[in-house]
């Protein structure tokens, strides 16, 4: 017993097709993870470039999976803001003091400059169109 000749060639078929499926959707995460990567990048404040070097890409899952992430830990602040111009009103509502580089300086926050949530939809958007264009 066993499958057909026909049955064969048609199971060979659908098992080549499923990894050249595969193949394209693991291209496409990658493609996205560079694409928010140098968005994210592209958006970030200028300062020492700390923040955009700071941004990296790991792979996951034998590239079924990516994660992007900001690995300075004061990104979070440039992207919400902080104080009084926090979003959404969560930050610090007085004035403080900081010293740094044998400076005492008083501020009431920072305004949020936006790179990080803007690359996100930016790359759900580019994967959303990558997607739709395999063709197998």
């Not at 291209?27 to 996205?32: G, K, L, P, S, V």
């Not at 890409?57 to 992430?69: C, E, H, K, N, P």
Request: aromatic share 14%; no cysteine; net charge positive.
């Amino acid at each position: 017993m066993g499958l057909e000749y026909g049955q064969m060639k048609l199971a060979s078929f659908f098992s080549r097709k499923k990894r050249e499926l595969l193949r394209e959707i693991n291209q496409a995460i990658e493609d996205t993870a560079q694409y928010i990567q140098a968005q994210a990048m592209l958006l970030a404040p200028v300062d020492k470039g700390n923040l955009k070097n700071s941004i990296q890409i790991y792979y996951l899952r034998g590239g079924t999976a990516a994660v992007v992430q900001v690995e300075a830990d004061y990104g979070i602040y440039v992207e919400y803001g902080t104080g009084i111009y926090a979003v959404k009103g969560n930050g610090r509502s007085t004035p403080w003091t900081f010293y740094k580089g044998g400076k005492f300086y008083a501020t009431r926050g920072q305004q949020a400059q936006p790179y990080w949530n803007p690359a996100l939809d930016l790359g759900h958007a580019y994967f959303k169109r990558r997607v739709a264009a395999i063709r197998i």
